[in-house]
Structure formats: C-alpha cells, structure tokens
C-alpha cells in the first residue's frame, strides 16, 4: 500500500509540474484530488489495512496529499504569471502609434448657397430678415394680391392647416410683414423655408427661397436689372450676362422673368440649360402699387422692385446637382463633397 502511495504522488508532482496550462493543471488536480481521484481512492482503501498500519498509512496519505496541493499551489502561481505576462505582452498599446484622424464635418451646399447669395446681397446694402413658416391665408395671398378663388392661387399647391392658416408657400409674405413695420426705404432680402405638395427630381416639399425687396423714391425695372446683374456676376461669374422676359405674378405689374447666361457651357447650351445657352434664375417685377397700399406706404410717392429665388435651384446649378432629392438624403458620401 505504502509503495502504492510513493508512486501516486510522485506521478502527481511529476505530472503538476509538466502541466503547461491552468486548465491542464485543473485535470492533473482532479485526477489525483478529486472525488473519484487516485490519492482519494487510496484514503478509501483505509478501511482494508491491518489496524495496526491504519495511523500511519493515514498519516502518510494525509501528507502525500498536502505535497501534491503545495505543488499545484505553486505550479498555479508559476502559470498564472506566465499567463499574466503574456497578456502584458501580447494586448501592449504602442502609444507611439499616430491617433485616428478626427473627422470633420462639412456644411450642406444649400447652407453653403445661401451663405454666399447672403453676403452679396449685404454687400449690396440689404439688410436680412425673417419671416414666420406657418402664414395666415391673408399674408401669403390676399396682402400679396392673390384674393380667394384667384386662378394664380393654382400655380402653388398649398398644405393647409384650416381655411385661414397654411403652410407658407413663398417667402413673398415677408415683403408684407416688413412694409407694416417699416418706411420706406426700405432694401431686405429675406432666406427661408417654403412649403409645397409637390415631389419629383425638381421639386421637394420643403424648398428654401430668398424674397428680396427694395422700396424707395424713383425705383424702376432699371434698379432690378442692376441689382440682377451685380448678383449674377458675383454668384456665377464676372462674364455672366443677363436677360429679362416678360411674366406674371399678381404682387408685380410688370413682372419678368429673369434669365442669366448658363455658368456651366458659359452660353453655348448644354444638358444643364436644356440647349438653350440661359438659365432662369428668379421671378420679380415692379411691385404692384395695390400690394404697397394694402401695407400702408403711399404708392404715389413710392415705388419698388421686388424677387424671389429658389435656393435648392440656384445650388443645383451652382453644384451641377441633377436630382433635388440628394440634397435631402443625407448620404454622407455626397454631402462630404462640399468640404470648403
Ligand atoms: N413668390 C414667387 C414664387 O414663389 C416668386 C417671386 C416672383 C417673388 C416675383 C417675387 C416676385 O418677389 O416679385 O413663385
């Protein structure tokens, strides 16, 4: 029995030692100390040894087994350090490696379009302002000479909340909401969001415009031509010319169209100006005198240019933008496009 004894712990010491993971070191543990383990099974055989062995039999197993527990204890540690270690080594950070690039954002083309037509208008004397995005019935059509049922009020489909309140459908409510506040003369431009029930590659429910308005003594149809062609030559570029075409509008009499040389072929035509060497750019005119009076300034000693413009528009061209709808997707991947 005592020999028996001699070579279990040996081969545990022996086998504790050649262990070469923790996991091993585990199955070598329960092989020998576990509840079915060989020195287990040796302290189970007690009960067949001549009484007078029993004390130091027992004796001598008790010991055997604090050997083998000492030398896994030990070999445990010795792993655990060597494990330790390797982590260390393998899960190292090179704090000399270059940091990830921080990226940085780029503005939307039509903020970026907006800035620019902004700043020629201000270098022009305009001054900026703002009006609300949900109108009265009264200062998107009736202040603006559009009365109800007037065939015009067709040319603009309009989200309404009730009969009387809606989702404004030009920024033109901002000429009324400034001549009741103002007198004459009076030189603003005002940016905003519009609303209409239309979507296709040209038309999205929500475009941006930009009115402008200039009230004063002795304003005619030569002071629109001027300003047009001082903000076509800043916007598109010096060789741009100009042109206007008759329209209607029912705040301007008269009204034009107003058409500038296409910056993409320079005049020649191409896909951009649709072959015909222009572009149209905005809708103005001399602003009706009845649209004056109804805010209150005498259209006798006054008069005044007014216009609009569609920013998304004027960024497609800019951009050569073919579908108004990439300027709403957000895809990052078009917008990076415009870093300036
Ligand atoms: N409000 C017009 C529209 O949305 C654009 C416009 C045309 C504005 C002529 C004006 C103007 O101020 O004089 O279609």
Known sequence: MLEKLKTVVENALKES??????????????????????????????KDV??????????????????????????????????????????????TEPSRKVKVGARHPLTIVKGMIMDIFVGLGFEIREGPEVETDYYNFQALNIPKDHPARDMQDTFYFSENLLL???????????????????????PGKVYRSDYDATHSPMFQQIEGLVVDKNITLCDLKGVFDEFAKAFFSPETKTRLRPSYF??????????????????????????????EVLGAGIV????????????????GIAFGMGVDRLAMIKFGIPDMRLLFENDLRFLAQFKD
């Not at 920024?171 to 603003?188: A, D, F, G, L």
């Not at 005198?289 to 006054?302: A, Q």
């Open 50 to 95: 001549p009484p007078a062995e029993k004390p130091a039999f027992g004796k001598a197993v008790n010991e055997g087994r604090q050997q083998i527990e000492a030398k896994i204890g030990e070999k445990e540690d010795t792993l655990k350090r060597a494990e330790k270690m390797r982590k260390l080594i393998e899960e190292k950070i090179d704090v």
């Open 17 to 46: 030692e050649s262990a070469s993971s923790v996991n091993e070191l585990n199955d070598v543990k329960v092989k020998y100390l576990g509840k079915n383990g060989e020195l287990t099974a040796l302290l189970k055989g007690l």
């Open 250 to 279: 029912p705040f301007t009499e008269p009204s034009v169209e107003m058409d500038c040389t296409c910056s993409v072929c320079g005049g020649k035509g191409c896909r951009i100006c649709k072959g015909t060497g222009w572009i």
């Open 168 to 190: 404004r459908t030009h920024t033109s409510p901002c000429q009324v909401h400034t001549m009741e506040v103002k007198k004459p003369p009076i030189r603003m431009i005002c």
């Open 288 to 303: 009706n005198p009845k649209v004056l009076e109804m805010s209150g300034i005498d259209s006798e000693t006054y008069s």
